[in-house]
């Protein structure tokens, strides 16, 4: 099991798989794109624009220090809305140590190109662990606000084997 996982995003739903995988012991750093909103949200210790009323916990981390992010990673969640996927990706890719695995929890399709996000990610990183079960993909007819509120919420994990 990951101990030390990155979540690439601030947005509600990678700062709620955040607070979930802290909740179960893990040490979690948030990256965001954005020094201001990291600082934001490291000082409030709290989503106020995404998922306000949502404290973060005490082994939530909240950077806009890419390096700072990678360092020491075993697992990588990509949280990056999909249209933004293949520039914020080209922008971190120097700190991406293949193979540790990435799952990727958003959702649609590129619009240029209309891959999906685990093939924006393949095709950024150069196929990069795609073949080894190293990209996965969380998705489900969920949102973060229900997922905060700890009401069910169905998901689902795929990856290639």
Known sequence: MANRITIIGDGAMG????IMLCEN???????????DAA???AQA?????FL????????????????????GAELIISAVPTQFIRPVWKRLTEHYQNPVPICSIAKGIENETLLRPSEIL???????????GELAVLSGP????????KL???AAVAAAA
């Open 122 to 132: 393949a095709d950024v990183l150069g196929g990069a662990g795609c073949q080894r």
């Open 152 to 154: 069910p919420a169905p």
């Open 52 to 71: 306000p009323g949502y404290p973060l916990p005490d082994n939530m981390t909240v950077t806009s220090d890419a390096a700072e992010a990678f360092d």
């Open 142 to 149: 969920s949102i973060a606000p229900q997922i905060a509120a």
């Open 39 to 41: 600082a934001e949200m």
């Open 25 to 35: 012991g893990h040490n979690v750093t948030v990256w965001s794109a954005f020094p």
């Open 15 to 18: 700062t709620v798989c955040g």
């Open 45 to 49: 210790r709290e989503n106020l624009k």
